[in-house]
Structure formats: C-alpha cells, structure tokens
C-alpha cells in the first residue's frame, strides 16, 4: 500500500460518480472472518456488541444471585444459605450489577452508537477499543476467579475498612477484588478517554456541539467523569492492597490509619460512579423517545446543560452516603443542600420528556412503553433520594431496606428500563432485523409487574425498620410478608428478562427485515443500511442539522445535510478529523487495521495481577516484562499508518 | 468458609437445640416484645429524637408520593391524550407542534421552590436534634462488639460504674448520651423508635442522645454490615420509670449472689476456669473482658446479642456448641463434659 497523503484534498463525489466504491471500502475495512477476526477486531459495531452480550452475561450472573438471595430472605429463619455465602452473594451482585453490567452496558451501546450517529468509521483509537473490552471481560473473569478458589469478596461493594483488612478478612477474597477494581479501571479510563477524543475530532463536517444527539452528551460527560473518579477508587484499592500485603497502616486504626479514608475515597469514586451509569441511560430515552413521539426533544440545550450539570454537582454530593458517621452538622448540611439541588437538573430531564410525550403523537411500541415506565421509575428512584439527602430522615432510612428499594429503582428503572427500551429501538439498526413488537409488549409488562411488586414494596420494608446485608431476620420482626412479595416479584422480573432474550435469539434468525430505517429516524445512522457495512459510510456526510433526515419537513437549519454526496476516502482505513466545537474538516485520519494485540496483551496483564494476587515476584515480573514487550510490538510505527517518515522520493 | 467446630463440643444439651430444630423450639419462646407486632418500624417514633425526625420523614414521604402520583399522571394522561393508537412510528407523521418547554420552566420552578422549603426544613431539624431538650441525666459507653453489645454506665463516682451486653435500661423521659466506640470492625447505633443511628468507627467516640417518652421494650439492631453475623446483632432498651430503673441499677450493682447448691459452688469453679478467660462475674476470679460481662445475667432476657431467649434450655445449648447457632461468633465451642456443662449452666442460672 502506498503511503498516503492526508495533507491531501479529499474529493467529494456522489457514490453515482464511484458505483465500485462500497465494495472497495468494504475490503479495506472488513474483519476477517473466523477466531482470529474476532480477536483481533477494531471495528466500533463488533466491540459494540461484544459489550453488550457480556454484560447481559454479567446481568444474568448478577440476577441469578440476587434470586438465590431472594430465596434464603422470603421467610424469616431460611437456612439455604450460610451467612458467609449470603455475604459472598449480595457482595458479588452489587459489584456484578454495578461494575460489570452497568456501565458495560452503556459502553456497548455507546461504541456501537458513536461514530454512526457522528457520522465517522470508527471510534478515534480503535485498538484502544478493543483493547477497553478485552480488558474490561478479563477484570471481570479475574473477579469471577474468586468463586474456583472459594474466596470470594464478602465486604459489599462498598467494601468498608477495617471488615476489609487482613485481620478480619485473611482470606484472598479482598485481594480479588481490590486488584479486579484496579484491572477494570484500566478498561474504563482508556475508554473514557477514547469517548472523549472521539467526540472531540471524529464528528461529521458541520456537526457542531449543538447538533450532537444527547446519548452523546451524556456518554461525554461521563467519560469525562470517569477520568476524575476512577483514579480516587484506583487509588483507594491500591492502599487497601497495601494495608493488606505490606502492612501498611492507611486504614487501620490500631495504628494510626483512618477507616473514614476508605470512605471518602471510595465515595468521590462510587457517587459520581450512580450518575456515570445512569446518564447515558437517559441520553439513549432523550435521543429514542422523541422519535417514537414523532417529534424533536423538548428543551435539547436544557436537556444537556441538566446534563453537564448533573455530573459536576455529581462530584459534590458523596458525604451524603456518610451521614450517619457522626460528621459535623455544618459539614452535613452542606453535602444534604447539594444533595436536594442535584435534583433539579434531573427535573429538567424529566419534565423535557413529559412535554415531548404531551406535544408530540406518542406511537406505542415495545421501546414506548419501557420510556414511559422509565419516566415514572426515574421519579420514583428521585423522590426517594431526596428523602434520603435531608439528614436526619437520612439517620432513620440509612442501611435500611428502603435504601435497597431506592438503589433498585436508579438502577433499574433508569439503567436497565432505559436500556432495554433502547434494544427494542436500535436492535434493527445492529442486526438488521426487528424484534417482535407482540413478545417485547409481553416482556415488557412481564418485566415491569415484577419489578415493581419486586421493589416497591422494598420502601415499606425499609420503614419497617429492616437493616441492609443481613442474612435472616426473626419471624417477630414481622420482615416475613413484605419479603416474600419482593422474592415473588423478583421471579417475575427473572422472567420478564428471560422472555426478552427468547426474542432476541428468536429475532436474530426470523425477525422482519428492518431495511435502513424502520423508525423514519432523524440521525445519521438511520441514513445507513441495517447492519452498518464495515465502513459505516461510504462517503462522510455533511450535516447542516441536529436532524440530518427530518430536516426538510422540520424546515430546521440552515441550508440542508449533505448525505448522498460526500467525502471520498479511500486511500486504505481512513476517516475524516474535524474540529473541536466547529466541525470543520480538519484533517484525514489513518485508522489501524486489526490487531491481535490489544488481546495478546490483555492477556499479559491478566497475568501480571495473578502474579500480584498470589504474590509471586516471579510472575509479576514475567507479566511486566511482557507488559512492556507488547506495548512495543503494539505501538511499532508502521508506515502505512503515517508513523515512519515519507520516502523522499515519493 | 470453613470454621474449625469442635465435634466433642456437641454435648447432649446441645445436640438436642442445635442444628435447624433449633429456629421452631425457640423463636415462639421469644417474649413479645412491644410495640407488638413491628419492634423495629420508625414510622411511629417514642422519643423526642424520633419525633422530631418523623415530622420531616413524613413530610418527605407526603411529598414523595404526591410528585410520584403528579408525574404518573402526566405521563398516563399525555400518552392517553396524545397517543397515536393503532399506527406505526415511520407512517406517523413528524412535526414539531407546540412548544413544550413551558413544562420545564413550571415544572423545574416549582421543584425547585418545594426543594427550597425542604432544604429549610432538613437544616432547621437538623438544628433542633443537635442536642437533647434538657440536660442528659446518663451517659452510657457503648462499644461495638463482633457480634454484640457492650455497655457501661458511666459515674464520676467510680464505684457506681458498672457494664451490661446487649440490653439496657435507661429511664424515661430522661435524655441519655451515648458515647460510641467500636472494639473491631465498624458497627452502626440504632434503635428505630427512639432516633436515628450513628456509625461506630474504629479511632474514633462519636456521640449522640436519645430519649424515650413511654416505658417499654425497644429493639434496635446494628445497621452497618459488619461481618458474618451481622443479622444477629440485636439489643433491647428497657425504658422504665424512673423508681424501676433505680431499682434495677441498683441490682445491677450489687455484687453477683454467692452459689450455694453444691452443684452451683462447683459450677462457678468449673466457670472460673473454662469461661473466666473470656468472661467476667465481678467479685469471682473470672475477670475476662473479651466477651459479656456476666455478672447479672439473668437479669437479661435475651442472649447471643438478641437472637434467643435466656433461659435454661437455650444457655445450655448456647454454651455446648455456639458455633452452630451462630456460625463465626467469636465465643468457640469449648470441650465439656455433660456434667461440667450441667454445673456451669446451674452457676450461670443463679446469676440474677
């Protein structure tokens, strides 16, 4: 291949003036088949996808333990589970749920999503990419390892010090999941960063920040939250590591240490960490409902200033999961005022998508119904938090039950109803297939019954005085009926879930063709076939809207999007650098072909931390070493991507 | 995780009440303890901290419910008003009719006036549970305990200073400070009906008052995780009137009756040097401060920090083989004889 010009000025044509041009690119871009293709990918859509079946993966470990939980806690005295199981169990579900599906999830979607609705080929580092999923399964077996040697974490997700430290907890099981944590974060932070940079230079020419769809805004916002948080939790299970291995004394107190540090570390990690996994939830509803409602987003600069503004307050709220520790009023009340004004943006959101249900044509598809539940969930899981951010209501309800319930309904109502609505909406888009309206309005009720008799009735059992995390209760507390209708309800849910996946497996094979655009869709993915081909556009577009295709019938813009012409690049992987708030073209990118070594050295790192969990010198310096040599094969210039100085001669 | 159990410590006391049968023989034994039905609710508060609290809880959960039922209704209303019954989303058609973001202004301005007044109202409450309504008559240490309660009452006359586990009496209408400390790991304060709860964390006293306005029986329970049996860390606060709480501090602090059977003097010396490492009977050369101090234990009504009820049976099975009741309790299961333990018990019965 000869080394290119991308000083060069593209052309740009009408794929009338190039007919040869699909099937070109398509050679160019396409992954090849077979196990090595699908270790060695770069293309946004696979890793897309691959995040998403892992954590519904993740989902379904997490769900299992949460029904095996809901069984020992139907009635009072059950005795399925030994305490420390039962530990085991409702540690690994939080951490499964919250770290491994939550925000993998969102990933998915979003690396599916980016660079079509950006108008791009691919995301700005796609090795990173791959290298962000591989890594991000492998901390996630590494944490699942536990399981194999019986020493799984038992100190929740929240992982207070001193339960944590050697003297109370000898076992390996912290270790899983302090140097897991540490693993995960490398997966998250590269691929923050990698969202970050995407958004900044990958857009089509003309879509400036304000023409952006909001899963953008929301992915953005937290991407650039992550890069803030996941250092404070690195850091905390780094120490924690330390107190453990080495003896040093952060958080032991017998010597000195502070066991509040753990919790102010992990908390400016895990408050932010709510907001990163529901924002992008609520972005995929902003950017899906309005199409089904027929109609643009009410109040779309609100909508992503309540974003913006979210995150950032985000950071201001942690003390409020520490008012109980027996803080200063005057530090208290700080943390419970911010914590009541976080509710505002959260109210922008809410009443935008009221508005856009009452002044556009809602059309009741399966995608419908889980917004609309998603709205009144949304409240729900709200409303709840503002009892718990007033301070003194917060020293009753803290660690009860209602807080399990309010928890529930965040991350369900808002990450899980947001997501399975936006399956039923983008499910054509990734498989070019529909699913079925008639079993997804099944699952849909099926999902939505059992939730609610699940965790509605959890509030009541919080005001009834039932502490978090324990494993029986006795049969006078009168715990017995509430619980049972949360274990039943539970089951339902269970099931609603699993009726969802039929549909799936059954829709891939037969479900209707969808064609490019079965939702009359306004964003640029919708201007591609179903599935994408592996170049995602044949020609970059220009877009002169927030709604490239509703444009003419919105009278919106000014002059119109340019999708059936635009720029040709051809000249081996490329795509087209735009600038930052503008969109401007900027310049042509070298997009890397596949590569077996964000694998291969996912692989090698996974070795590494084994090496620190067995504390092996040996291993870990093997691991490092090999750490340092596939960097080295990775990052080796190559020509054709412009990283060797041209030949003179040209 | 495997615990080491001694199978000798399975005693024909115990072997009867360990083991699952044990959850049907004893839980209908439990006292009723009142408010009957729900001990541990916070809904209904019987102290000045409590109800100063479940004014606001109140009002945040009338508040809750009306948004909660306002929004649903928008929702349901606007998808009945608007829906587009029967029609598919590509052949609707798209327009951008009316302007909807009057509904954030109103919605948005209202919200945040009511967050406002709500703010008001959490700080003002705040301010007005910072301290007790009058002078706290009793300050009471409690130490947290992997899985139990430890408290001492608290006199400048040291003489007057005594210690209990896992249940109390306090006086009504009287304010108590609590000074709170953690022996291990962190535990977390809490007897719903009186107030709300604070966290025990190790290096650290933290300090709160309740106060309990009608004589009864309080449960409360330790609500942060703190281990294996963290469920079974229950206690029991007994608000007298003031002439039964003297009454009971006195005995308190009298000095353990002397055994007299012959079965009970052997007993003690049995006690004195299979427990005595761990436990204390004042006055008796059984001085342990790891677990409860037993001096008056049968003035409690509960054992294993509220999980069974203290009486004859249940201590004889507690003391054969704790750890099948509860498993990782720190108290081991200890090689006795039949006899040795039937003496034991027999001590620890006179022990009032």
């Known amino acids: ?650 | 995780m495997p615990r080491h159990l001694s199978a000798t410590g399975l005693g024909s006391v115990g072997m009867v009440l360990a083991g699952p049968a044990l959850a049907q023989t004893t839980s209908p034994a439990l006292t009723p303890l009142t408010p009957e039905q729900w001990p541990m609710n916070f809904w209904s508060s019987a102290g000045a901290q409590g109800d100063a609290i479940n004014g606001l809880l109140w009002g945040l959960i009338w508040l809750s419910v009306i948004v909660v039922v306002i929004i649903a209704l928008l929702v349901i209303v606007g998808i009945i008003v608007r829906g587009a019954r029967g029609r598919e989303v590509a052949t609707t058609p798209v327009e951008r009719s009316g302007n909807g973001v009057g509904f954030i202004y109103i919605g948005v301005g209202i919200s945040t006036l009511v967050l406002v007044v709500y703010t008001g109202w959490t700080v003002a409450t705040m301010a007005g549970i910072a301290s007790p309504p009058s002078a706290p008559g009793l300050t009471i240490d409690v130490t947290g305990h992997q899985w139990w309660w430890e408290f001492r009452y608290e006199n400048p006359d040291t003489s007057q200073v005594f210690l209990t586990a896992n249940e109390i009496h306090i006086p009504v209408g009287v304010p108590v400070h609590f000074r709170l400390q953690t022996a291990d790991v962190i535990h977390s304060f809490w007897i719903p009906a009186l107030g709300g709860k604070t966290d025990m964390i190790p290096g650290r006293v933290n300090e709160m008052w309740l106060e309990a306005d009608k004589a009864g029986i309080y449960r409360g329970q330790c609500s942060e995780y703190c281990g294996e049996q963290h469920a079974q860390m229950a206690l029991r606060v007994v608000a007298d009137t003031p002439s039964d709480f003297a009454a009971w501090r006195d005995a308190q602090l009298a000095d353990p009756v002397q055994p007299v059977t012959d079965e009970a003097r052997l007993g003690a010396t049995r006690f004195q040097l299979r427990c005595g490492a761990c436990h204390t009977v004042r006055g008796t050369p059984a001085g342990g401060a790891v677990g409860p101090d037993l001096s008056h234990l049968m003035s409690r009504t509960t054992i294993a920090a509220g999980m069974l009820q203290n009486n004859a049976a249940n201590l004889g099975g507690w003391i054969a083989n704790p750890q099948s009741i509860k498993p990782g309790a720190q108290m081991p299961n200890i090689e006795l004889s039949g006899p040795e333990l039937h003496a034991i018990e027999t001590y620890l019965l006179t022990l009032g």
């Open chain 1, 1 to 650: 291949m000869s080394v290119a010009d991308y000083e060069r000025l593209p052309e740009i044509k009408t794929l009338a003036d190039h007919p040869e041009l699909p099937e070109r690119l398509r050679e160019i871009w396409e992954t090849k088949p077979g196990l090595y293709g699908f270790i060695s990918s770069v293309d946004h859509k696979e890793i897309g996808i691959k995040y998403i079946v892992t954590a519904f993966i993740f989902l379904v470990l997490g769900g299992i333990e949460a029904l095996v939980m809901r069984i020992q806690l139907a009635q009072p005295g059950e005795r399925l589970l030994t305490p420390e199981q039962f530990d085991e169990l409702f540690s690994m579900h939080g951490i499964t749920m919250i770290f491994l599906y939550a925000l993998p999830i969102l990933s998915g979607f979003s690396n599916f999503l980016f660079p079509l609705v950006l108008g791009s080929r691919d995301m700005a580092f796609p090795r990173l990419n791959a290298f962000s999923y591989w890594v991000y399964l492998a901390a996630g077996l590494f944490m699942y390892a536990s399981f194999l040697v019986g020493a799984v974490p038992n100190d929740g997700w929240f992982n207070y010090a001193p339960y944590s430290l050697k003297p109370y907890n000898p076992g390996p099981n912290m270790d899983f999941y302090a140097l897991g944590m540490i693993f995960l974060g490398i997966s998250t932070t590269v691929g923050a960063a990698n969202f970050v940079v995407t958004v900044m230079r990958l857009r089509a020419p003309g879509m400036s920040i304000n023409r952006v769809p909001i899963l953008v805004w929301g992915t953005t916002t937290i991407s650039v939250g992550i890069l803030l948080a996941v250092p404070a939790v690195s850091l905390a299970f780094f120490l924690l590591w330390c107190d453990r291995q080495f003896g040093t004394h952060f958080y032991d107190a017998t010597t000195g240490g502070q066991p509040l540090l753990w919790q102010h570390l992990f908390w400016i990690f895990a408050h932010p960490w709510v907001y990163v996994i529901v924002l992008p939830a609520m972005g995929l509803v902003s950017d899906a409902l309005p199409i089904v409602c027929r109609r643009p987003l009410v109040g779309y600069t609100l909508v992503v200033l309540g974003t913006v503004l979210t995150m950032v307050l985000g950071f201001g709220v942690w003390v409020h999961h520490m008012f109980a520790t027996g803080l200063p009023p005057l530090a208290s009340s700080f943390f419970s005022g911010a914590s009541f004004i976080i509710t505002i943006p959260s109210a922008i959101a809410v009443f935008a998508w009221v508005a856009t249900i009452w002044t556009g044509r809602p059309v009741f598809t399966t995608a419908f119904h889980y917004f609309a539940g998603f709205i009144v969930m949304f409240v729900i899981g709200g409303v709840s938090g503002v009892m718990t951010a007033a301070v003194p209501a917060d020293l009753q309800l803290t660690d009860t039950y209602f807080v399990v319930a309010h928890i529930h309904y965040v991350l369900i109502g808002i990450n899980l109803f947001g997501v399975l609505g936006a399956l039923y909406f983008w499910f054509p888009k990734m498989s070019g297939r529909m699913l079925s309206e008639r079993l997804g309005k099944w699952a849909f009720w099926i999902v939505f019954i059992g939730f609610n008799v699940a965790f509605l009735p959890m509030h009541l059992t919080g005001l009834m005085g039932m502490p978090r995390r324990i494993y029986t209760y006795p049969r006078e507390a009168g715990w017995g009926l509430v619980n049972m209708v949360s274990s039943v309800g539970a089951f339902v849910l269970a099931i609603g879930i699993l009726v969802v996946f039929i549909d799936i497996l059954v829709s891939l094979r037969r479900g209707r063709i969808a064609g490019p655009n079965p939702w009359d869709a306004p964003t640029l993915e919708w201007s591609i076939p179903s599935p994408p081909p592996p170049y995602n556009f044949a020609l970059i577009p220009a877009v002169a809207s927030r709604h490239p295709l509703w444009e003419e019938r919105l009278g919106e813009g000014s002059g119109r999007s340019m999708l059936d012409r635009g720029f040709v690049l051809d000249h081996g992987k490329e795509t087209l650098a735009t600038t930052v708030i503008d969109a401007e073209p900027d310049i042509i990118l070298k997009m890397p072909e596949d590569s077996p070594w964000p694998f291969i050295t996912t692989i090698v790192i996974t070795g590494f931390f084994t090496g620190l969990l067995l504390r092996s010198a040996s291993v870990t310096a093997v691991g490092a070493v090999l750490i340092l040599l596939c960097i080295l094969f990775w990052l080796w210039p190559k020509r054709r991507l412009l990283q060797v100085a041209r030949p003179q001669h040209g």
